[in-house]
């Protein structure tokens, strides 16, 4: 495996995995410690993220596909995701939370096709299907760890931190994923550039 794929899945773990801390959480503080809140307005935040993500993500995609720096878009998204637990922590309605949300989902229409087209540059050809399901396994044991440590974290008879630290624990483990991606060279995105170019004509010609 390469090492520019061992640091995608490094940065994903540490970036999900987080988010995952508060993921089964949310709903909670969304009905209990925001002005307006309520089970109602934790739904209406996850739709506003989908929709936003959904619509945006292919014109995004597209945009993206035709431009060179890659890796530039795919940090910026993650700077929009990393943002938005900071905007939970000080927000004092739900419309506040409505707003991190289509920031939220602003931010992963930009970094998951970025980051997934990426990952797809990297990958063994004799081994695909073993490092996607590396990738997969990882961030499924990350999240489950961290669904139940969130849970623990701001259950009274566990640790009970606050919601927001919390959440500035999640924009801190979130950062360090984003660092990871800088040490992704652009050497080795242009030579992979390179043996594409130079091996796609020879398929076609096989084809």
Excluded at 62 to 75: A, Q, T
Excluded at 153 to 173: C, H, Q, R, T, Y
Aim: hydrophobic share 55%.
């Amino acid at each position: 495996m390469r090492k520019e794929l061992i640091l995608l899945i490094i940065s994903d773990i540490l970036i999900v995995g987080s988010f995952g801390l508060i993921a089964p959480i949310l709903a909670i503080f969304i009905k209990d410690g925001i002005s307006g809140g309520s089970i109602v307005a934790a739904a209406i935040a996850t739709s506003i993220f989908w929709l936003v993500k959904s619509i945006v993500q292919i014109p995004l995609s597209i945009y993206i596909d035709s431009k060179r720096g890659k890796l530039s878009f795919l940090i910026v998204g993650t700077l929009l995701v990393i943002l938005v637990p900071i905007i939970y922590a000080f927000s004092p309605s739900v419309n506040f939370i409505y707003l991190a949300q289509g920031i939220y989902g602003l931010g992963a229409a930009m970094a998951t096709p970025t980051w997934l087209s990426l990952f797809s540059m990297y990958l063994n050809k004799k081994h695909r299907g073993l490092e996607w399901s590396i990738w997969s396994t990882s961030i499924g044991i990350a999240l489950a760890f961290a669904a139940f440590l969130g849970g623990k974290l701001v259950d009274p008879s566990g640790l009970n931190i606050e919601f927001k630290s919390l959440f500035f624990i999640v924009s801190a483990v979130s950062f360090l994923g984003m660092l990871v991606l800088f040490l992704i060279s652009k050497k080795s995105l242009e030579e992979v550039k390179k043996v594409e170019s130079y091996l796609l004509p020879k398929m076609l010609h096989k084809r």
